[in-house]
């Protein structure tokens, strides 16, 4: 970190910049949660499954986010991992709705959760349980259970109820993640 | 490695390489392969899970339709389904396919996840004894039994009759049967033939959303090929037996073959302008419960508890038993990977994974698989929907970095003999030995033949030897055919010597015959040197017996010859060379 950039930071000019991976299995409403939180003039109004991953920014109040929107289709799943050096924080998106593939996704976190790049850090992690306004969703209860999320004991883990396309419960889990990596950044 | 092994042994459901995505043990879900489908019936990627439900074999007979774990939609099917599939009979978009469920002589086809149309199998012609008995009934001109012997000895005959009198054959009581045939005899007689297997098959395109004709085996022994959009017949293949199980790829238009398993244990194919398929193509040592291709190679669960693989000439290339009866088989297809296997279910509650004759993985289940479906489901490439007997859903994932071990689970050679053995160099005289045998091989070829002919040489004289002076046990004499055998008893200084004399001719007596002895003086010494024989009645067994006292006590023993002689004679009839033991010196006390 350069002396401007400490300096301008201490003085309150810059924000902070995190570096967030945003994960999940395809269709589960990543880009579509990554979409809420951009200003409205770059804002997509036409969401298309993703290829590989998109790098995407935006900014909350007190830091600016880097998200790397990764796709969830299992042929980019192994790309995933080539991210977890550089990530500050991580969000998984669960399609809560998807009763079928959340042993799919509960695999899929355990890869994540027993790579090497992830076991050393402290990185936190938030989890959507998205689409939650579908009528087969189950609540963030069941879907943390179902994740065996009790059983992360080394992480900083949130999970939040969410509807992409409102925005419901969106920004408390951004605060939640915001917080946590201020912790992070402050310390480093 | 063998924690990992326990690991696995003990937990029955942590798989290395399924997930279990969904489990309902009491889904109340009565079918089998054939009556379920993956299909994306409404365009939108979500793949649905279509099952034709059983149900009691009589009532609650439904379409149900899965979107993921949840039902959708239920359709209620009036007679036995006995065939589901998906297929797209147009091209309007969105590309939702149609779903076909066979049911007694009837194609329902929905589209939408609503009924559209009903397709009716041509009728059969109805015996025309059959046919005049019922209108004799009509006028009311015929007594019910003697409708019933009439029909009856028909039966016994091998006719096959419609349904409404099979149906009436079945009522025992008189009352039961004038009111049956009072309902039916106005109506006109038909006959209809049952659908036993149904598949599909591209009609001209090869593209994944191609339209497609349906294919349907019947009771009536026939194939049918249904055209999709006007709901005619395209082709009619008559078959020598009833078909159960079809497997077709091709294209209608271009080029097709449809395999076909039959009640009779064997197995027809038909290609595009057959005539001829009363040549059985496989014939199989027990009847089908499964048949599945790969590619070119046809896969057979038989009920022998056996898995066998056949090319598409029909020659077999293997045989493997499994451990239980098969229930029922299916082909696993995991795109992504490229990997093709044949899934097993047994009625120990396993499901066995075939890779070529190789088992790679086997599933456990807590009851027995009797329906199979592997393929897209929801958003998930490799899905593997399973319904048992007791009328559960179970639904497991192919993990997404799976690995077969294409190697056996169980046999094949130890892994000992993969191991490199540490064979020592080869030494200079091994080479120089070599170097030589390769230089002289003639030479070496001559010497050794040369020897063996001396060697057959000697043999043959000293033969001829023995011959001439009949030394042998045996005699060779033809006009006094005689066998000689003699034994040695005792330790010594004396014992004793039995000679015994056979005559083995059939009915000629052997008469001035004498046994002597050649044995060294200085050694031995005989109580008898000469025994006159008496005359030897043919088959009886003669001993004649002597004392012989050993007169070394050196420990020294000899050859002692027995010669059996006939009066007149200069050479002896039979020689018998017997060794002496050893004596034990004599004990002095
Ligand atoms: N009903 C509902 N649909 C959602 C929600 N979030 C995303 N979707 C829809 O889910 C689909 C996939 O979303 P997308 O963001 O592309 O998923 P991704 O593959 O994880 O990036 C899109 O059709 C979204 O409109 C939600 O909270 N509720
Ligand atoms: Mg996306």
């Known amino acids: 970190m350069g002396l401007f950039d400490g300096l301008a930071r201490w003085l309150g000019i810059k924000k902070k910049e995190a570096n967030v991976l945003v994960v999940g299995l395809d269709n589960s409403g990543k880009t579509t949660i990554i979409n809420h939180f951009k200003s409205e003039e770059y804002k997509n109004h036409d969401i298309v499954p993703t290829i590989g991953f998109q790098v995407e920014k935006f900014k909350t109040k007190s830091l600016s986010f880097t998200a790397f929107d990764m796709s969830g289709q299992g042929r980019y799943r192994d790309l995933w991992q080539a991210y977890y050096r550089e990530c500050h924080g991580v969000i998984f998106v669960i399609d809560s709705s998807d009763k079928l593939r959340i042993v799919v996704a509960k695999d899929e976190l355990d890869a994540l959760l027993k790579h090497p790049e992830v076991q050393r850090k402290r990185i936190p992690i938030l989890f959507f349980a998205n689409k939650m306004d579908l009528r087969d969703a189950v609540s963030s209860v069941k879907c943390s259970q179902l994740m065996e999320l009790e059983n992360i004991r080394d992480k900083a883990w949130h999970i939040c109820a969410s509807n992409a396309i409102t925005g419901d419960g969106l920004d408390e889990g951004i605060q939640w993640l915001t917080d946590q990596l201020k912790d992070v950044l402050v310390k480093k | ?589």
Request: charged share 25%.
């Open chain 2, 1 to 589: 490695m063998s924690a990992a092994e326990t690991r696995s042994g003990s937990t029955e459901e942590k798989s290395d390489k399924w997930l279990d995505a969904y489990r309902d043990p009491v889904a109340s879900l009565y079918t089998f392969t054939q009556c379920i489908t993956l299909a994306d019936i409404q365009a939108d990627g979500d793949w649905k899970l279509i099952i034709a439900d059983l149900g009691t074999g009589m009532f609650n007979m439904k379409l149900k339709v899965y979107k993921g774990t949840n039902l959708m939609s239920e359709n209620t099917i009036i007679d036995l389904p006995t065939g589901v599939v998906t297929f797209y009979m147009d091209l309007n978009e969105p590309r939702t396919p149609a779903i076909a469920v066979a049911s007694g002589p009837y194609i329902y086809i929905y589209k939408n996840l609503r009924p559209y149309f009903k397709f009716t199998l041509p009728q059969i012609e109805v015996n025309a004894v059959e046919e005049d008995l019922w209108n004799q009934m009509k006028e009311s001109s015929l007594n019910v039994y003697v409708l019933r012997e009439m029909l009856e000895g028909m039966r016994a005959d091998g006719t096959p009759l419609t349904v409404r009198s099979l149906r009436f054959l079945q009522l025992q009581d008189g009352a039961d049967m004038v009111a049956f045939a009072e309902m039916y005899k106005n109506t006109p007689l038909k006959k209809q033939t049952v659908i036993t297997c149904l598949g599909t098959m591209k009609k001209s395109m090869a593209e994944e959303d191609a339209i497609s004709c349906l294919i349907i085996g019947t009771e009536s022994k026939c194939i049918y090929v249904l055209d999709p959009e006007a709901f005619t017949v395209l082709a009619t293949m008559p078959l020598p037996i009833v078909p159960v199980f079809l497997s077709v790829t091709g294209m209608f238009d271009v080029e097709y073959r449809i395999v076909a398993s039959c009640r009779n244990g064997c197995i027809y194919t038909l290609k595009r302008g057959t005539t001829d398929t009363e040549k059985s193509f496989i014939e199989l040592n027990s009847q089908p419960v499964g048949l599945e291709r790969i590619g070119k190679t046809i896969y057979v669960g038989c009920m022998d508890e056996t898995l066998q693989c056949f090319t598409s000439k029909g020659k077999k290339l293997w045989t493997v038993q499994v451990p239980a009866s098969i229930t029922t088989i299916e082909v696993l297809d995991y795109k992504t990977k490229g990997f093709k296997a044949v899934l097993v279910a047994l009625s120990n509650c396993e499901v066995h994974l075939y890779k070529e004759k190789y088992l790679v993985d086997i599933i456990k289940t807590d009851s027995v698989v009797t329906g199979m479906r592997f393929g897209r489901f929801g958003r998930e490439e490799g899905a593997l929907i399973m319904t048992t007997r007791g009328g559960g859903l179970i639904i497991k994932i192919l993990k997404r970095n799976v690995v077969f071990e294409e190697r056996d689970l169980t046999g094949g050679p130890p892994a000992a003999q993969n191991v490199k053995l540490n064979i020592p160099k080869k030494t200079k005289l091994f080479v120089d030995q070599t170097m030589r045998e390769r230089e002289n091989a003639v030479a070496m070829h001559r010497t050794f033949q040369r020897d063996l002919y001396l060697l057959r040489l000697r043999a043959a004289r000293e033969y001829a030897k023995a011959l001439d002076k009949s030394m042998n046990p045996i005699s060779s004499d033809p006009t006094e055919p005689l066998k000689l055998a003699a034994q040695v008893q005792g330790i010594g200084p004396v014992f004793k010597m039995t000679v015994n004399l056979q005559n083995t001719s059939l009915s000629q007596a052997s008469v001035n015959l004498l046994i002597t002895f050649d044995f060294d003086d200085k050694l031995y010494n005989f109580k008898k040197t000469y025994i006159p024989v008496p005359m030897l009645v043919p088959g009886l067994n003669y001993a004649f017996e002597t004392f012989i006292e050993c007169l070394s006590d050196k420990g020294v023993s000899d050859n002692v010859k027995v010669y059996v002689l006939k009066e007149g004679k200069n050479i002896p009839i039979i020689t018998g060379v017997i060794s002496m033991p050893v004596s034990e010196t004599l004990v002095v006390v």
